[in-house]
């Protein structure tokens, strides 16, 4: 069956720091990648997805980029967090066009 | 892009009484709508789905309905449970399966 592991958990960070948010999956080839981001309270913001190594995505300007350097891996970064950057983010993967989400289990990062 | 809209935004209900959530998406070319519930602190987990040539699917107390014409769904809970608490998104899907989410109905059951 197929899993997604991501990490770390939770994170605080101070502004300024850089940033580095990991996600593997396992159990499936060729899935489609995305990160979200959810504030507190608040729906889900798609960031960025991947339909294939090297093919990334931008929905939203922002100081973050992702990465996909193996088929089952994706990674969120920064260079330099702000504030704004808080909140919950969530690593997901489907099997593509009308495929349901399957989500990590988050990370809460804090920026302060 | 596609915009979904979700109403209501909190949702109180007695045990044993039903609920409905609504969205409407402004995409006609959507053609995938997922409902996702998530408990507070954890990830959000797919709990039904329809696509756009169904226009209902249930499954035990919950049920989904879609109006392609109106572009509008609504997610149907019977005899509603406390652990049925939680905050309820749904989504439409369009292009490589990337959705967009609703901002979320937050639904308490009380005892």
């Known amino acids: 069956s197929q899993t997604i592991h991501q990490w770390p958990a939770t994170l605080v960070q101070p502004v300024g720091s850089p940033l580095s948010l990991e996600c593997t999956v396992e159990?499936?080839?060729?899935?489609?990648l995305y990160w979200y981001r959810q504030a507190a309270g608040r729906g889900l913001q798609l960031l960025f997805y991947?339909?294939?190594?090297?093919?990334i995505s931008s929905e939203v300007p922002q100081n973050l980029s992702a990465s996909r350097p193996q088929d089952r891996q994706f990674i969120l970064s920064s260079k330099k967090l702000l504030l704004s950057d808080s909140g919950f983010y969530l690593c997901a993967w489907s099997a593509g066009l009308g495929s349901p989400l399957h989500f990590g289990n988050g990370t809460r990062l804090t920026v302060t | 892009g596609e915009n979904v809209e979700q109403h209501p935004s909190t949702l109180s209900v007695q045990e044993g009484d039903s609920a409905v959530i609504k969205c409407t998406y402004s995409d006609s070319a959507s053609n995938y709508f997922p409902w996702y519930k998530q408990e507070l602190g954890k990830r959000p987990q797919l709990i039904i789905d329809?696509?756009?040539?169904?226009g209902e699917k249930k499954d035990q107390r919950i049920a989904v309905t879609l109006n392609k014409t109106a572009k509008h769904f609504s997610l149907h809970i019977t005899e509603t449970q406390p652990e049925d608490s939680a905050v309820y998104f749904c989504a439409a899907s369009l292009n490589a399966g990337k959705s967009t989410f609703g901002d979320g109905t937050t639904l308490t059951v009380k005892p």
């Open positions: 329809i696509r756009s040539n169904v």
């Open positions: 159990g499936t080839s060729n899935p489609n």
């Open positions: 991947s339909v294939g190594i090297g093919q």
